[in-house]
């Protein structure tokens, strides 16, 4: 994450964004972005934003740094562990208000769920898991209210400048951790005394013969 962030033409090593330069030209960058682990994984997808394209780069790590895509996010819905993204990007067609595109975090890739639309009155709804089509409005409501209606916004998150290291530090490793003192509490039990490590979430103790 750190050698991403250092120069945000990086990007093009990960993932062939050769149209992003092509159609935006010298406003292709990227400038800010924000960490957040969707797949609570224990490791923080990065999500890597241009606010002059308007898009956001998404990585993953799991072994080796991976390039998931790039979206113009609406919202994350972390119970559903979804990316969701509000209109099609610059193409033709799609009432791009009504429009939604939802993608599942799937260990280290993004997996395509739905794609749904209403226009003029007339429904679409297109699973990619099942391969079914529907034209359904109950459906596409209950699509709606169940996965993006009370998503997380995406202008909710507190994007940092490249320069900004702040959020990388948030998800360093926590100290490690040294036992102080292990005494007998009773029959067949010990207690086991350590210092609070302040930037962990929790201990996991083990134990041998």
Known sequence: YAGILSNWKRVDKYYDTSYLRTYFGRYYKFDQYFLYDLNRDQTPELF???????????????????????????????????????????????????????????????????????????????????????????????????????????????????????RLNYYSAPAKLTLSSVTRAGSGKLKLTWKKVSSASGYQIYRST
């Open 48 to 166: 890597l934003h241009s606010t002059s394209m308007g898009l956001t780069m998404v990585f993953t790590y799991r072994n080796r740094l991976t390039a998931l895509g790039y979206f113009d996010i609406y919202g994350l819905n972390p119970a559903k562990q979804e990316i969701l993204v509000q209109g099609h990007w610059h193409g033709a067609g799609g009432s791009w208000t009504h429009e939604w595109s939802i993608y599942r975090m799937s260990g280290s890739k993004i997996q395509n769920m739905y794609y749904m639309d209403c226009l003029g009155g007339y429904y679409s709804v297109y699973n990619y898991v099942s391969g079914s089509n529907s034209n359904s409005g109950r459906l596409y409501r209950s699509i709606y209210n169940s996965h993006i209606k009370n998503c997380k916004k995406f202008s909710s998150f507190k994007k940092y400048r490249l320069s900004d290291r702040s």
